[in-house]
């Protein structure tokens, strides 16, 4: 198969966005290769939405480049991306049960989505007995299981883009682990969390920050 077909790597070079009055992100660059799961660390605001969607192709910046295997292919690249759990983008409305979110989660990755199929994708994934929970009551380590696994229900989707999974609360390792298990099949996932978050993943060993002129699977790139 093609590269096309599955693409190894997304790669922002200097890319800017402005917003109507102020910035919204800073020129960013960074790559994110299938197998690997990538850290981005910032204080809360609009440069994670914003480094999200244009990550996925879903924005077009004001500067810089957005390529897929070296090309320019927003199309390909929104096909073969999900961006999961971003605050007021694709986050789950807190009424909705689990039931309810994995149905909506299956339709829009283009797979059966009636009583039976969500019944069957619940029973895969352990959530059977949490089907009528709304999502505020689930804790955060199956909240981010479960909406990484709807993320990656299409077949299509080779790159995870999870935003902010530590504002639910919880132990940043939970997530990043659970990142690192889609990173080991095959996915390229990319994070972002607070320095709070990176600060616990860091003291616990975790993570490391890349040393300058090695390849290192688990990267980390602050935004400031």
Partial sequence: MSTQDHPEAISLRAVRVEGRRDTMLDP???????GTRLLVVAEPGHGHTALALVATGRMVP?????????????????RVSAVVDAPTITEPDDALTVAGTVAEGLALAGRPSGRRAVARWLAEHDLAERRSLRMDQVDPATRVQTLL??????PAVRYLVLTLPDRHGGNPKDWW?????????GYGVLVQCTPASAHVLEAGRHIERPVEGTDNHDAMEVLR
Avoid: F, I, Q
């Fill in 28 to 34: 960013v660059t960074l790559r994110l290769e299938r």
């Fill in 62 to 78: 004001d500067e810089g480049d957005v390529l897929l295997d070296g090309v320019p292919d927003a199309a390909t690249l929104r």
């Fill in 177 to 185: 682990r659970t990142a690192g298990g889609y990173a080991e099949s």
């Fill in 149 to 154: 696994a709807l993320g990656a229900a299409d």
